[in-house]
């Protein structure tokens, strides 16, 4: 999740947002090898906002899956923080090539519902865009979800943000997330999940992982792709059968004036209408 901007349109309070990530479940066992691929090539989307001095990322070469086993389809998302007043704003991310929107939906520092949720979502779904949203602290999954109100029905998950300076998730979490009807997803990293699970770090690989790992960008262009930059096996995930369903792949970006993270998810993943 990305630092919120401190700008007069943003939240008072909401002074920071560290990153958030994901899984995928259902591949078939015999998949051999998981590495990144720039398949499905939905276009560049123009960075002319990034910083100076950015190298471009190569494009490693495409994989030769067999039909039967390739990996599925990435589109692009993109998930923030911060206030965004605009419909056109939304407009031009899905003109970009966006398909899903991803937001807070409480206060960064308490569950209180965040009052920018329920416009930004209806300008996201309006424009044509999925969406989906996180608290900062899991254990406001209840309020996070409610705060959605006509929406909720209308999101593609609530994501479990495990990430440094927060708190471990429990199973109880996961399976309240999913009582409500809303799928559960956990968005950490390799190098922050065990230190904050600890002992139960291995007891969650059921649960759809949006993973974290900018290590190998920033670049100047971008074609979404879950697979890069290669997945880290850890917590059970990121195997043959517990693949990450998202990438998030840039922190902080400035896309026509808001500071967004960049992700790739699984298409297939994204199925409520």
Not at 13 to 18: C, E, K, M, V
Not at 63 to 68: E, F
Not at 172 to 189: E, F, H, S
């Amino acid at each position: 999740m990305p630092i919120v901007l401190h700008t007069p349109e943003n939240q008072a309070g909401n002074s920071r947002a560290l990153p958030l990530a994901k899984i995928r479940r259902g591949w078939t066992g015999r998949i051999l090898v998981v590495l990144a691929a720039a398949h499905l090539a939905a276009g560049l989307l123009p960075l002319a906002a990034a910083s100076a001095g950015t190298a471009a990322l190569a494009e490693p070469a495409a994989l030769a899956w067999p039909a039967a086993e390739a990996p599925h389809p990435s589109v692009k998302a993109v998930d923030s923080a911060n206030a965004i007043t605009d419909p056109g704003w939304f407009t031009r991310a899905y003109a970009d090539g966006f398909r899903l929107y991803v937001a807070q939906s409480t206060q960064w520092t308490s569950c209180a519902p965040w009052d920018h949720l329920q416009p930004q979502l209806k300008m996201a779904l309006d424009a044509g865009l999925k969406i989906a949203v996180y608290t900062r602290d899991p254990r406001c999954w209840q309020a996070g979800i409610a705060a959605a109100g006509p929406y909720a029905s209308r999101l593609q998950f609530f994501a479990l943000d495990v990430e440094t300076g927060g708190v471990a998730v429990t199973r109880g979490m996961v399976d309240g997330v999913a009582a409500t009807g809303v799928r559960p997803v956990i968005y950490t990293g390799a190098t922050m999940w065990p230190t904050l699970q600890g002992a139960s770090a291995n007891s969650f690989p059921d649960i759809p992982l949006w993973d974290t790992d900018t290590s190998v960008f920033p670049f100047s262009g971008w074609a979404p792709d879950y697979l890069a930059p290669t997945p880290i096996p850890y917590g059970g995930w990121n195997t043959p059968t517990t693949m990450r369903i998202a990438s998030q792949q840039q922190f902080e970006f400035n896309y026509n004036g808001v500071a967004v993270d960049l992700n790739s998810f699984d298409v297939s993943f994204l199925k409520v209408p």
